[in-house]
């Protein structure tokens, strides 16, 4: 059995889990990528390692990431990832175990010469091992939610907000771009989506960054649970 990729952003980053990983920078055909390795697992930063240098969404080389993943033989690969509710009754400190996606944004590929055509999915066994991992760290989540990736760096309108409701459950902007580049690289894809604000128009007030690292911070300790238990029991 190979090890487990983890991609995970800023906020994850002062937790204990990574405290003993060694930080390397391995040179792929799609471009570099910053990984931290232990004996366990391999941890991608996708917004990097510091926070006053920021890798913003739609700047991050997720070809390179996961390329640097198969590279280092992973066999699996566990997104964590923020994001807004676009329901109501999904209020923010929810955690969701995704089990579809919408993406529409263009170039989100590696191929360019070979014809390859994949059917984008989430790994069903990972994501049941994930929502079995959360039952017995006792853990609550919703199996099931549709995640709708837009490109960022903006949020996104109230009108748009209201139109992505109708056929998603929550909003980010990196997960599906991480499955469908792991799906062309046959590596398993699930994700741990922490609802960390509600949808630009659905909650009180303007949306703002500060709200949305609030959130991550506070739902930080749940999914190190989930992820910590999900490597060690592997």
């Given at each position: 059995?190979?090890?487990t990729g983890?991609?995970?952003g800023?906020v994850?980053?002062?937790n204990?889990?990574?405290d003993s990983?060694e930080?390397?920078?391995t040179q792929?055909?799609?471009?570099?990528a910053r990984?931290?390795?232990s004996g366990?697992?391999?941890y991608?930063?996708?917004?990097g390692?510091?926070?006053?240098?920021?890798i913003?969404p739609h700047?991050?080389?997720?070809?390179?990431?996961?390329r640097?993943?198969?590279?280092?033989g992973?066999?699996?690969?566990?997104?964590i990832?923020?994001?807004g509710?676009?329901?109501?009754?999904?209020?923010?400190?929810?955690?969701?175990?995704?089990?579809d996606?919408i993406?529409m944004?263009p170039?989100?590929?590696?191929?360019t010469e070979?014809?390859l055509?994949?059917?984008?999915v989430?790994d069903e066994?990972l994501?049941?091992?994930?929502?079995?991992?959360?039952?017995r760290?006792?853990?609550?989540?919703r199996?099931?939610?549709?995640y709708?990736q837009?490109?960022?760096?903006?949020?996104?309108?109230?009108a748009e907000?209201r139109?992505?409701a109708?056929?998603?459950?929550i909003v980010?902007?990196t997960m599906?771009?991480e499955a469908?580049i792991a799906?062309?690289?046959?590596?398993p894809?699930?994700?741990?989506?922490s609802?960390?604000?509600y949808?630009h128009?659905?909650?009180?007030?303007t949306?703002?960054?500060?709200e949305?690292?609030?959130?991550s911070?506070?739902s930080?300790?749940?999914v190190?649970?989930i992820?910590t238990?999900y490597?060690?029991?592997?």
């Open positions: 059995m190979g090890t983890i991609i995970g800023t994850f980053l002062g204990r889990l990574l990983l930080e390397k920078v792929t055909e799609f471009g570099s990984v931290l390795v366990d697992f391999i991608i930063p996708r917004h390692v510091s926070r006053e240098r920021h913003l700047c991050i080389n997720h070809q390179a990431n996961i640097a993943l198969k590279d280092l992973v066999s699996e690969i566990l997104g990832c923020s994001t509710s676009l329901r109501k009754d999904i209020p923010p400190g929810s955690l969701v175990i995704a089990d996606f993406c944004i170039g989100l590929t590696t191929v070979n014809p055509h994949i059917a984008p989430l066994g994501r049941q091992h994930l929502i079995t991992t959360a039952l760290c006792r853990v609550p989540v199996e099931r939610g549709v709708w837009t490109q960022g760096p903006r949020f996104e309108t109230r907000i139109m992505m109708q056929f998603a459950d980010g902007m599906a771009s469908i799906g062309e690289m046959n590596i894809y699930a994700a741990v989506c609802v960390d604000n949808g128009g659905i909650g009180d007030g949306l703002t960054v500060d949305i690292v609030e959130g911070r506070k930080a300790d749940a190190l649970a992820v238990a490597v060690s029991g592997r």
